[in-house]
């Protein structure tokens, strides 16, 4: 059965509501035949997961959606094993799969979504979706068992990307520690996923929706920038061996 995947680089865009920008297209994604998503608040550090939680429910609540917050139940593992769609939220990304590992969830909600049921996920979302977390801006802030992801996809995101340079600043542009990355990892793509932009997995393809541009970086090969509209089936024909 095909994966349906919607990964965000952000939640929110400057100056907006939260997770104004992507509402419309998050319930296109879900549709009428979802009622209830089950949330992930794991990457949750400043705020508890309740805070964390209760700001995501008003959004899905607004577009017509109820939420099941996994911290509050307690078989989580019940509770992926019925879910009609997860929902993986940003934060800290080594702390959300610390979690995920913890818990022993990352096997149940894999399954889960190879079998179907949608998923969605943001910032630290959409990085473990990936086969690994390793490219993750975030500080290390706890070590995981593993940096091993849930791999729905066989390429790496960075989210937030910018090719900024900022002035005076002498440490590393994110593109130069991208291709430190891909010296290790020779064989797998990384997309830059800029503010603003998702990826959509449906039917063994890919598009990339929102009015944003991604960046694609390769071992040994010009990075590359695409565009909405352009076919990106490629990435999902790759094999991991991050």
């Known amino acids: 059965m095909s994966k349906r995947l919607l990964l965000l680089s952000n939640s929110t865009n400057i100056g907006e509501e939260y997770l104004f920008y992507p509402r419309q297209e998050i319930k296109n994604f879900l549709g009428s035949s979802v009622n209830k998503i089950v949330f992930i608040p794991f990457a949750a550090v400043t705020s508890t997961y309740q805070q964390y939680s209760e700001k995501v429910e008003k959004v899905f609540q607004d577009i017509g959606y109820e939420v099941d917050a996994i911290h509050l139940v307690e078989n989580p593992h019940e509770l992926i094993k019925n879910a009609?769609?997860?929902?993986?939220?940003?934060?800290?990304?080594?702390?959300?799969?610390?979690c995920l590992h913890q818990t022993q969830l990352l096997e149940d909600i894999r399954n889960k979504v190879s079998n179907g049921t949608p998923y969605i996920g943001w910032s630290a979302g959409s990085n473990v979706a990936c086969p690994t977390i390793k490219t993750s801006n975030d500080m290390p802030i706890i070590e995981p068992i593993s940096f091993q992801g849930l791999n729905l996809v066989p390429f790496q995101i960075n989210p937030h990307y910018t090719n900024a340079v900022i002035p005076n600043h002498n440490g590393e542009t994110r593109e130069q520690r991208l291709k430190e990355f891909l010296v290790l990892n020779p064989d797998i793509y990384v997309v830059g996923l800029q503010e603003g932009a998702m990826l959509k997995v449906e039917d063994s393809s890919i598009r990339l929706i929102g009015n944003k541009t991604i960046y694609l970086f390769k071992f040994g090969e010009e990075t590359k920038e695409y565009y909405p509209n352009d076919n990106l089936d490629f990435l999902l024909e790759k094999v991991s061996s991050a």
Do not use: P, Q, R, S
């Open 84 to 98: 009609e769609a997860v929902v993986v939220g940003g934060g800290n990304t080594f702390h959300l799969i610390h």
